[in-house]
């Protein structure tokens, strides 16, 4: 495995900017890139152990659904105390996947973590207690996420706890122009070049869709949580806690 460095993807102008994808390159980079481009990242996983220590249920399955290199699963797993919990964390990246299971092995935690290379619309659940959905919905097409989420809150043992972390937009036009400004200026404050922020915008335009939090709210009680609260918020990124 080649080591982790820096991310300058789009630090030189590309003729043409194709679709952002989760290859070896993105990988390569990724824990650099993420802490660097989404806001509130580096506060939002050590919570999800936090969470995850107090919702987990004895022998039930933790999910960490697109767990990319298993910062989310890392943090999960500290947080599970000894309870006969097994965690599985899914990404449908290969190349994220072999990092994954790297960073996994390197570390001391003796909970049980299955790593499964597949797409999380096609996942068969076992009963479970705390699914991670840590930036990865607004991944999957807007008509595949309601029966994602439906299939997830079935999965759920009652008091059984999603956390889902997201891009958001806003309603409001001041409100949207303001935060999003504000993240470009985050990512210019970590370094990125207005040229890296502009290609890395393209690239994603229609790969990541945001929607609104009454949007993810209205479809979270919809898919059978009984409760959603609005736990993080950093300019244009949120993270819920749904529960069952
Ligand atoms: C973290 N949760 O560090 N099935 C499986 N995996 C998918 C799918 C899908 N349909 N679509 C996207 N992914 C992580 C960060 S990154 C967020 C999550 C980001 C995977 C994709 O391969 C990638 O690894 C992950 O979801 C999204 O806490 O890059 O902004």
Redesign the pocket.
């Known amino acids: 495995m080649t080591e982790p460095k820096p991310d300058n993807i789009y630090a030189t102008p590309l003729d043409r900017v194709t679709e952002f994808a ?1 290859d070896e390159a993105v990988a390569r980079v990724f824990p650099d890139m ?1 802490q660097r481009s ?1 806001p509130g990242y580096t506060t939002i ?1 050590p919570m999800l152990g936090v969470m995850a220590q107090r919702y987990a249920q004895p022998d039930t399955v933790c999910y960490d659904l ?4 298993g ?2 699963t890392l943090a999960m797993r500290h947080g599970l105390k000894d309870k006969g919990n097994t965690i599985i964390a ?4 290969e190349a ?1 996947l072999q990092r994954c299971e790297h960073y996994i092995a390197l570390d001391n935690s003796p909970v049980p973590v299955k790593l499964v290379c597949t ?3 096609t996942l068969e659940f076992q009963p479970a207690s705390v699914v991670t959905l ?3 919905l607004q ?2 097409p807007q008509y595949d996420r309601a029966d994602m989420l439906t299939r997830i809150a079935e999965a759920l043992v009652p008091g059984g706890a999603l956390v889902l972390s997201e891009k958001i937009c806003f309603e409001q036009t001041s409100e949207q122009s303001t935060l999003q400004e504000l993240h470009w200026d985050f990512k210019k404050a970590n370094g990125y070049s207005d040229l890296e922020v502009s290609q890395k915008r393209t690239a994603l335009e229609n790969v990541l869709i945001p929607e609104t939090r009454q949007a993810h709210e209205t479809r979270l009680l919809a898919a059978g949580f009984k409760q959603v609260i609005l736990w993080y918020q950093c300019f244009n990124f949120v993270s819920f806690l749904a529960i069952k």
Do not use: E, H, P, Q
């Open positions: 989760f993420i989404v996983i697109g767990c990319s290199l910062a989310s899914v990404d449908n990246s994220m797409d999380i619309r840590n930036f990865t991944f999957l």
